[in-house]
């Protein structure tokens, strides 16, 4: 059997950036959210805390060290880079990445995920503004986006499948519509600067059941936990049995209900039993999430995934290595996790102050249960 290789998305805002400055005042940087966030209901676990990194600022090399030494002593074995390119050589937060190429440093593997989405203030209470529009002007834009990546692509970090480079597309019908022949001229160019090909990868964001053969895809980043998810973000939400009581108990006496905004909360209980990972017509590697809370971004139109825990995230990883077992016929067995540090949409493996290194260490003990 081949190795089971866990890469983590992660996100490169924190550090502040000019165009973040003007949006949402000097300084603004991830923890600006994260650490501002107010508990919406009783119980409601925010602020959440980072524990042994700190509100770190990823312009110190010293930091990206660590979270590389911390993922690869948990069993991580690479990073997944969120990158910003907008078209007319528009770009934003790629200071980490240039600061990794050009350093050498960390010494541990990367990827590229494309981010090829509309910037809007939507996250922040300004749906409405466009920040930034994701384009594909012309093909001399095209040109220029793969010469920035090469220099990746040839770095002995960046991960490969058979000389392959692994690019991964977060929105493939956003770049089919804007452009239906960037994959194949982007393959072209892999060519001839000496790759094989690259090996494009399709995201979790859309169902599984596309199909990305067609599209021009290697493989698929599997949507199964949005698919198991999907029924209980649609329904009204998770009320706890003691507001449900003490909210009978109210009526009962004639005190009358005061309405309240409500935060979707789902069982995540529920979703982990009903997550299933499924071939289809591509390689499709299954993709763990190990919590959610998005509130800090949000506030009440929010979803949190509720009742979590490290070992409904043990759970899932076994579902995970499961599935990837018997595919003999995968060029490699990735197994995806979202996120490492998304820490406003808590979506985090770094440790926090509750859980410590628990998610971390439920990763490493499925994974070493199946050397």
Request: aromatic share 16%; charged share 30%; glycine share 6%.
């Amino acid at each position: 059997m081949k190795k089971i290789k866990p890469l983590a998305f992660y996100l490169p805002q924190y550090h502040p950036v000019p165009e973040n400055n003007e949006w949402w005042g000097k300084g603004f940087t991830e923890w600006t959210n994260v650490s501002k966030a107010k508990p919406l209901f009783e119980g409601h676990d925010q602020p959440i805390y980072p524990a042994d990194l700190g509100y770190y600022d990823l312009r110190v090399p010293e930091v990206r060290e660590q979270q590389a030494q911390m993922a690869k002593d948990y069993g991580v074995h690479g990073f997944i880079y969120y990158h910003y390119w907008f078209g007319n050589s528009k770009q934003l937060l790629e200071r980490v990445a240039n600061d990794v190429l050009k350093s050498g440093k960390p010494d541990f593997p990367f990827c590229f995920c494309w981010a090829n989405e509309t910037w809007s203030g939507i996250w922040h209470g300004l749906s409405e503004k466009i920040l930034v529009k994701q384009e594909y002007p012309d093909e001399q834009d095209l040109i220029a986006h793969f010469e920035y990546l090469l220099p990746f692509f040839k770095d002995e970090r960046y991960i490969k499948v058979d000389n392959k480079p692994v690019f991964i597309i977060y929105d493939p019908n956003h770049l089919n519509d804007g452009d239906p022949h960037y994959i194949s001229k982007f393959r072209e160019l892999a060519k001839k600067n000496g790759f094989d090909d690259l090996y494009i990868m399709a995201s979790n964001k859309l169902r599984d059941d596309i199909d990305f053969q067609s599209m021009g895809y290697d493989g698929k980043i599997s949507n199964a936990f949005q698919k198991a998810w999907a029924p209980y973000v649609q329904s009204k939400g998770y009320i706890s049995s003691y507001d449900y009581y003490k909210n009978r108990v109210k009526g009962l006496v004639g005190i009358k209900k005061k309405e309240q905004k409500k935060v979707r909360i789902q069982d995540t209980n529920l979703v982990v039993r009903d997550l299933k990972f499924e071939e289809h017509n591509i390689p499709n590697f299954p993709c763990i999430l190990p919590n959610w809370d998005n509130t800090p971004r949000s506030g009440y139109n929010g979803i949190i995934l509720g009742k979590n825990s490290p070992e409904l995230f043990e759970k899932q990883v076994e579902k995970a290595v499961d599935y990837l077992e018997d595919k003999n016929d995968y060029p490699e067995l990735f197994l995806i996790v979202k996120s490492w540090n998304e820490w406003a949409e808590g979506n985090i493996l770094e440790p926090d102050r509750k859980y410590g290194f628990g998610y971390l260490n439920a990763l490493k003990k499925i994974l070493n249960k199946h050397k």
